[in-house]
């Protein structure tokens, strides 16, 4: 724990909070350089990641990775300098595009045609896409969200350090009063007087099972952090407006205002499970969270996990590594019985006293507006689902918008 203005925070992951947002008259300059140089349009993933980047949430990356650290990573989970690293963060280009350019030039980082960012080029490699797949993905077919991502994309990596000179849109457009940087979280939780902070990732909406396992965190640290991921997710998941807004729902009926804290955690979803689950507990820790809840099957999809792999990959590490403390929680449920929201590890009775609904029972239910059982979900939480799921199809049409 290192001291930090009104208290005690934990320390950013390999020590320092990075900051690459230049700002004043340095950005303007590199700025208008920027304009003149070889641009590199940015996927959505790219987007995320130049943004959490530049605040520190990767900490300690400063860029895009360069070669010895993007193998370390697939192949032993770490950094060339030995540092836990789950997860690459790496900026595909086309291999015509990598031709044209030498090393050590400077590129421009680009939203379509506008300037986002200056890298200067140390790298340029090829990369093996399959040996990817099956290390971060544990799967090489393309039915996977996150290897169909990486088989579409370019077939060389440009590595290099970043400076931000202008936000991407979403910053500005998508939940902007939501969107706090580790240093504006870490300043936040000390107003507050939280040392002990949980932090809790979500993709979905929060139904009574989460409110439990939330609640049973929080009453052991000092503040919950809500942080729901804003990012590129499937298409089947509920759309982030959607499920910010029945965030806010339950937080206003349910939640002490004073013990928790909204806010949005831009990164893209990579469906790596048991990789990103760590990953996700590194940059809550970059956050300043202490502890981070990591439920069954973590950043899973389909079956490509076993249900506790996402926990027990965290027991392959030296808990000092990984800094932040992970909490486990198995499934929870309402019990008839108990006449209370409980787990397995809690209730000894069977699964005909548990009220539990799947996934796919929940979109449908939902897309008829059909309100889903109070046990299962706060009647506030199912109306703004409702009537937000109809607002969306209307304003986007028939593209998928559900909950998988
Ligand atoms: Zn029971």
């Not at 950094?79 to 400077?106: H, K, N």
């Not at 870490?186 to 007087?193: D, L, T, W």
């Not at 996402?310 to 392959?316: G, K, P």
């Amino acid at each position: 724990m290192a001291k930090n203005g009104n208290g005690f925070s934990i320390a950013p992951h390999g020590g320092d909070l990075i900051d690459r947002v230049l700002r004043g008259e340095v950005r303007k300059a590199v700025w208008e350089k920027a304009q003149e140089l070889p641009k590199v349009s940015l996927t959505p993933m790219g987007l995320s990641d130049l943004e959490l980047i530049a605040t520190g949430a990767f900490s300690p990356l400063k860029g895009f990775m360069l070669r010895e650290d993007y193998e370390r990573v697939v192949r032993e989970m770490r950094l060339a300098s030995g540092l836990l690293w789950s997860i690459p963060v790496t900026l595909p280009v086309d291999g015509s595009f990598a031709d044209s350019l030498r090393e050590g030039q400077e590129v421009a980082l680009c939203e379509g045609d506008r300037v986002l960012a200056v890298m200067t080029v140390d790298e340029k490699y090829p990369y093996d896409k399959q040996l990817e797949a099956q290390e971060i993905y544990r799967t090489t077919e393309e039915a996977h969200p996150g290897v169909a991502r990486l088989y579409g994309q370019g077939d060389m990596l440009l590595g290099g350090d970043v400076w931000l000179v202008d936000w991407p849109s979403a910053t500005e457009s998508e939940f902007p009063e939501l969107r706090h940087t580790p240093a504006q979280t870490r300043r936040m939780f000390a107003r507050r007087g939280w040392r002990r902070v949980v932090g809790f990732q979500t993709r979905n909406p929060i139904h009574r099972a989460h409110e439990y396992i939330q609640k049973t965190a929080l009453e052991i640290v000092d503040g919950l952090f809500l942080h729901p991921l804003v990012g590129e997710t499937k298409p089947d998941d509920i759309p982030p407006e959607v499920r910010i807004e029945s965030y806010q729902a339950i937080l206003r009926d349910y939640y002490p205002s004073e013990r928790v804290m909204l806010g949005v955690f831009p990164a893209a979803m990579r469906y790596a499970g048991p990789r990103e689950a760590i990953f996700h507990a590194i940059c809550r820790k970059n956050y300043g969270c202490t502890h981070f809840i990591v439920g069954r099957d973590h950043a899973g999809v389909g079956n490509y996990y076993g249900t506790y792999e996402a926990q027990e990959i965290f027991d392959e590490f030296d808990p000092e590594e990984i800094g932040i403390t992970p909490l486990f929680f198995d499934y929870a449920f309402y019990c008839r019985k108990c006449g209370a929201v409980v787990s397995a590890k809690t209730c000894p009775h069977g699964k005909e006293d548990w009220v539990y609904l799947s996934g796919t029972e929940v979109r449908a239910m939902l897309e008829r507006g059909e309100s889903l059982p109070e046990e299962f979900t706060r009647p506030e939480v199912s109306k703004v689902l409702i009537d937000g799921l109809k607002r969306w199809k209307e304003q986007h049409g028939s593209e998928d918008a559900g909950e998988e």
